[in-house]
């Protein structure tokens, strides 16, 4: 007697989600054992190679920034009642959405009104601990099941009254090789009086416009104060040429590698980092390098942000820890002469530096709680989604 096959709808609406998404699938056909999987959704070349039927291409839906959403709205509509209606007719054992939660949660909204038995799960929390936190209680009718990427997220999710939220743990969790010098490595790494430093401006163009020159002048301070450092920028190959523009008026110039490989050597060597707030900070931390971390955006964005953020910081290693050990700098406060003293206080041996490496190995000690992969750990609590919903629904 044949299997059932074992339905899994899929909604990644960009090239990280792509990424967990194949993960998801890779480990979902080893707990599967002998059980097809049957693959339908919205994914990119990544989950193509894993036997995903696409409704649509990606394409159409990975869009960033406001106004590039507004000039594709009509389209973006579009392709969210066509995932919508597609999962409807596939009905699926499992509706999973990634990432991208202006759309995918929109179609698991649709969804949940089209078939209202079907298990829906959402992988990586939306951060409405930070702002628009509203969002959290307007998700429980129709998505089941939050997949957590930051230890704090379940805690944060049930005093808003969100879905039921469980920690799987962070991808980066794996990357730890990759992020930690060898022997040799690590020797240039202790080397404070040529040390190498990073600079992250970012990998959006509204970043680097507005953080760009006081990093300029804050590595022109450091090498006046430290002759030998050196300093590389790792950036994202559609921005390498803008960001080679930027700096050639520097009068201390970076060297601009690309390429995840070339980031993380660097990363690895890098005695300090100077960083735009984001995932970086939390890859930083990760690696163990003492990092000082800025941010400036338009005045309407700072304005909207001081209105809509709740928090007294927005660095992913300060949440997990709950302490402010990595300094930042928002808005007018990101001033070459901060930034300097901020870096050359965690440059040398001291208070500062010994501060934040102490704090970073909380920060991993806390990732760590969910155990070593992510993608076993969502399949399993997918699969205890599943299991529930089908039990509540024969009234066992």
Not at 64 to 85: C, E, W, Y
Not at 324 to 343: C, G, K, R, W, Y
Request: neutral net charge; charged residues 25%; aromatic residues 6%.
């Amino acid at each position: 007697m044949s299997i059932r096959p074992f339905r899994l709808f899929i909604v990644a609406g960009e090239a990280s989600g792509d990424a967990l998404g194949a993960r998801f699938v890779q480990q979902l056909r080893r707990d599967l054992g002998n059980r097809p999987l049957d693959l339908r959704g919205v994914g990119g070349e990544v989950l193509a190679a894993e036997g995903l039927e696409s409704v649509f291409l990606q394409e159409d839906i990975a869009v960033m920034g406001f106004g590039p959403v507004v000039a594709r709205l009509p389209l973006l509509l579009r392709r969210i009642s066509d995932a919508a209606k597609a999962a409807a007719a596939f009905a699926p054992d499992l509706m999973l959405t990634i990432d991208a939660p202006d759309f995918g949660l929109r179609v698991d909204k649709k969804l949940r009104r089209l078939k209202p038995a079907v298990p829906i799960a959402h992988w990586v929390c939306p951060s409405v601990w930070a702002w628009r936190q509203g969002r959290a209680r307007r998700m429980r009718p129709h998505v089941d099941r939050i997949l957590a990427l930051l230890p704090f997220e379940p805690e944060a999710l049930a005093r808003l009254g969100g879905p039921e939220t469980v920690y799987v743990g962070h991808p980066l969790i794996e990357r730890l090789d990759e992020l930690r010098p060898d022997v040799d490595e690590a020797r240039l790494r202790a080397d404070a009086a040529a040390p190498l430093i990073l600079v992250l401006p970012g990998s959006r163009g509204s970043e680097i416009r507005h953080l760009m020159p006081a990093f300029g002048e804050t590595i022109a301070r450091i090498a006046q104060a430290l002759p030998q450092a050196r300093f590389v920028l790792p950036a994202v190959p559609r921005l390498a040429d803008t960001i080679s523009q930027v700096v050639a008026d520097w009068s201390v110039k970076p060297e601009i590698v690309t390429g995840e490989a070339a980031k993380l050597a660097a990363f690895r060597q890098a005695r300090a980092a100077l960083a735009a707030s984001g995932t970086v900070t939390l890859e930083l931390a990760l690696a163990q390098v003492p990092t000082v971390a800025a941010y400036r955006g338009a005045g309407w964005e700072a304005a909207l942000a001081r209105r809509l953020i709740k928090l007294p910081t927005v660095i992913l290693p300060n949440l997990i820890l709950g302490e402010n050990i990595v300094p930042e700098f928002i808005q007018d406060e990101v001033t070459p002469d901060a930034l300097t003293q901020a870096l050359l206080a965690v440059i040398p041996e001291g208070a500062a530096r010994t501060r934040q490496l102490d704090g970073f190995a909380g920060v991993e000690r806390e990732m760590h709680r969910a155990g070593p992969s992510p993608a076993a750990n969502a399949v399993e609590a997918a699969l205890a989604l599943v299991e529930a919903r089908a039990a509540a629904a024969s009234g066992r």
